[in-house]
C-alpha cells in the first residue's frame, strides 16, 4: 500500500466533507437554536454535526482493504473514482442520521407524524 494512494484518498474525503459542513452549517445551526431552545446547545449540537460529517467519509476510505484494493487495479482514475464514492457514501450517511435526528423534535412541535409514528394527528 501506498501511504500516497492513502493520503490522497484521504485529502477526497475531507474536501467532500468540508464542502458538505460549509453547505449545511449555517442553516443547521438555524434549525437547531429553534430546535434545542438556545444557542449553547445548537453550537454543541452543530459541531457534533460537523465532526460526524467529517469522520464518516474518512471512515468509509479508510475500510480495510479499500486502499490495497483500489491499488491493486492500478487506475489513477479508478482510485480517485472509488475514493469519491465511498467518501460520499459516508457523507450521505452522516447526514442521513442527522436529518433523522432533527425531523424528531421538528416534527413533534409541529404535529406531524413521522414514518414510524402510527398514533395519527392529534
Known sequence: ????ILFS?????LVLALLA?????RPLFGVLVEVCGGRERARFWTVYSCVLTLMAPLLTVSAPGFVDAAAA???TG???QRAVFYALVGIIGALV????????PIS??????TAGDHRGPK
Not at 108 to 113: A, V
Open 73 to 75: 487495479s492500478g487506475a
Open 97 to 104: 442520521i442527522i436529518g433523522r435526528a432533527v425531523l424528531r
Open 9 to 13: 484518498v484521504w485529502a477526497i474525503a
Open 21 to 25: 459542513i460549509v453547505v449545511i452549517v
Open 1 to 4: 500500500m501506498s501511504l500516497e
Open 78 to 80: 479508478a482510485i480517485l
Open 108 to 113: 413533534r412541535m409541529l404535529e406531524i407524524p
